[in-house]
């Protein structure tokens, strides 16, 4: 299937029209006319070259809304015309303890989980593309349904790879009725956060260290707003936290926000920065018994269930929409946040090219 999409030839060069060759339909495959694609920090730092491993051409995009075009001999669950999700992954071993669980992104295969793009098809050795583009083919185990209303799609996308970064530690976490959370940092993953948690049922807590995000915290679903440059306000909510989600990808110090979680509470980190974290104070964690973790994206059983969960409660992601051909630019505002939450490409962009 000859594919319009966008790539990056180089880490030097800008992303630009390339043509590639999707595979046939097999009996397991789902054919996938995209709708809509999110644009996520990844994106960048692939297409950049700035992850060691990438394959150039490289397509990126791994937050995938469409429409079911073809389904394989053995497909059961999808059919012509359903709209349907692929987010970070498109195969695993199957076979490992973590696959078995419905925990494919910890794969212990060879090779671990193949990425949507810049992963190695079992077998193969092809250089995957991911959904910068008009179509994509995907084994079935890996394509998800989606229940929203079509006219909120474009939101959904980042539902695929923010969405379940978010919802994954929550739910692992128990999160829920009568706990308190903090979500830090606003950004793409952040305000996946306080959206989920607040849906979940939690008191939550937004760290910022911008007053100018206070009110739009509150807005998503915050039931207060700390400014984490504010020692004072800090220590107000000192050894009160049942779990802290922490979605910033910049080094910073961790034992600020250690020290307001309760006896047993945890802190997850969801974020990846360039350069380590400062080293945590050890004492921090030995007195009171806390948790310092760490989770990526979710299996795609949660990632069904936190697409049904979404859909039941009208949870979209906050979205600026693009056209393919200004990818550039919106990575460029991306590195200095100028973006609100999320970009999506209306893949319609690239069809009409």
Known sequence: MSTKAYAAQTAKTPLAPFTLERRAVGANDVAIDILFCG?????????????????????????????????????KNFKVG??????????????CPSCKDGLEQYCEGPDGFTGTYNGTMSGRGDNTFGGYSTDIVVDQHFVLKINHDESD????APLLCAGITTWSPLRHWNVGPGKKVGIVGIGGLGHMGIKLAHALGAHVVAFTTSESKRQAALDLGADEVVISKNSADMKKHALSFDFILNTVAAPHNLDAFMALLKRDGTMTLV??????????????????RRQLAGSLIGGIPETQEMLDFCAKHNITADIEMIKMQ????????????????????????????
Request: charged share 20%; glycine share 12%.
């Open 39 to 75: 644009v996520c920090h990844s994106d960048l730092h692939t297409a950049r070259g700035e992850w060691g491993g990438v394959k150039f051409p490289s397509v990126p995009g791994h937050e995938i809304v469409g429409r079911v075009t073809q389904a394989g001999g053995n497909v």
């Open 82 to 95: 359903d709209i349907v999700g692929v987010g970070c992954m498109v195969d695993s071993c199957r076979t």
């Open 153 to 156: 799609l474009a939101g959904v």
């Open 271 to 288: 974020g990846v920065p360039s350069e380590p974290h400062p080293s945590p104070f050890v004492g921090n964690l030995i007195f009171k």
């Open 326 to 353: 200004d990818i550039e630019n919106a990575y460029e505002r991306m590195l200095k946040s100028d973006v609100k939450y999320r970009f999506v490409i209306d893949m319609n962009s690239l069809k009409t090219a």
